[in-house]
């Protein structure tokens, strides 16, 4: 019992020895990946009720020269955890401000969302850093959204309630995402300058077959009523969860449905053939 005791340790640590290796190996890559321009930008459609294009969420991808398109599940994690996810994090905004500062944007009524990790908004100069971007590109601040999660509500509230209120003084907006899948506290969402809630797709997808789920989707958006605040809803893919949020009220869609993630040169001038430019 004892060998075979050892020999599972023995094992245990060669192949924490192998995934540790693996996630440095990825590590190193991704600090690579960010200097040589291997990331992509990528948007995805928000739309209100009749199909008009009301914003866009960035959602960033890795094109790696060997294993193909990472997905973004399999390296932000490690960017957080490394701490690459600022500079990572400071890559998309700076595409995503160098595209609304074009002239052709102004052709399209749309804020762009940008997702905003934990670790990159604890930073203490990121209020410095997002000025610095919109003034280095001529980005219109009010065409900005900056979504956070419930989490850095939890880390330091005054800290976090003063960020945002500087950054809301330009005119950027905030949205809470994934909210109801963290520990949100009602009182602390009634302190921050945010503007919307996302609910996340794991909500959407069971809301028209589980009436957990559809209880859970009309308590978020009865706060967001009380609190005055726009909803998008993630992961719409089908005409039944559709048709379950038409009959709830005023949301924006975001999912498969309306439209998928395309890299954004691809996606601006579709939408701008669209438009008639
Ligand atoms: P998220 O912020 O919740 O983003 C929404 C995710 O849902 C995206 O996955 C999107 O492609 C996916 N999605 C959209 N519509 C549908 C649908 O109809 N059905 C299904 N099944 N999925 C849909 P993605 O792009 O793989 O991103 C995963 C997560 O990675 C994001 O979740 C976000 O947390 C993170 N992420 C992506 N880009 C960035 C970034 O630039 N910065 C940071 N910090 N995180 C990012
Ligand atoms: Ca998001
Ligand atoms: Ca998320
Ligand atoms: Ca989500």
């Not at 019992?1 to 991704?30: D, H, I, P, Y």
Request: charged share 20%.
């Amino acid at each position: 019992a004892k060998a075979s005791g050892r020999n599972t340790v023995c094992f245990f640590e060669a192949a924490m020895g192998a995934q540790a290796q693996a996630r440095f190996a990825l590590e190193s890559e991704l600090r690579q990946a960010i200097e040589n321009d291997e990331l992509v930008l990528y948007l995805q459609p928000q739309c209100g009720i009749d199909g008009r294009l009301e914003g866009a969420e960035a959602l960033v991808r890795w094109r790696h020269p060997q294993r193909g398109l990472v997905p973004p599940g399999l390296f932000i994690p490690v960017a957080e955890d490394s701490g690459l996810i600022v500079p990572l994090g400071d890559w998309v905004l700076t595409r995503c401000c160098e595209l609304l500062a074009r002239q052709e944007m102004s052709h399209l009524p749309l804020r762009i969302a940008v997702n905003v990790s934990p670790r990159q908004f604890r930073q203490a100069d990121f209020v410095q850093r997002v000025r610095h971007t919109l003034a280095s590109t001529g980005a219109d601040p009010t065409r900005l959204l900056l979504e956070v999660t419930e989490g850095v509500m939890l880390d330091n509230l005054a800290d976090t309630v003063g960020k945002m209120s500087e950054l809301a003084a330009l005119g950027i907006h905030f949205s809470i995402d994934d909210f109801g899948t963290g520990y949100s506290s009602l009182a602390y969402l009634k302190r921050l300058p945010i503007h919307e809630l996302k609910i996340d797709k794991a909500f959407i997808q069971d809301a028209p077959s589980d009436p957990n789920d559809a209880a859970l989707v009309d308590a978020i958006l009865a706060v967001a009523r009380h609190l005055n605040l726009r909803v998008v809803a993630e992961g719409v893919e089908t005409e039944d969860q559709a048709a379950f949020l038409r009959s709830r009220g005023p949301l924006l869609y975001q999912g498969y449905l309306t439209g998928r993630p395309e890299p954004a040169e691809q996606q601006l001038d579709h939408w701008l053939a669209s438009q008639g430019q």
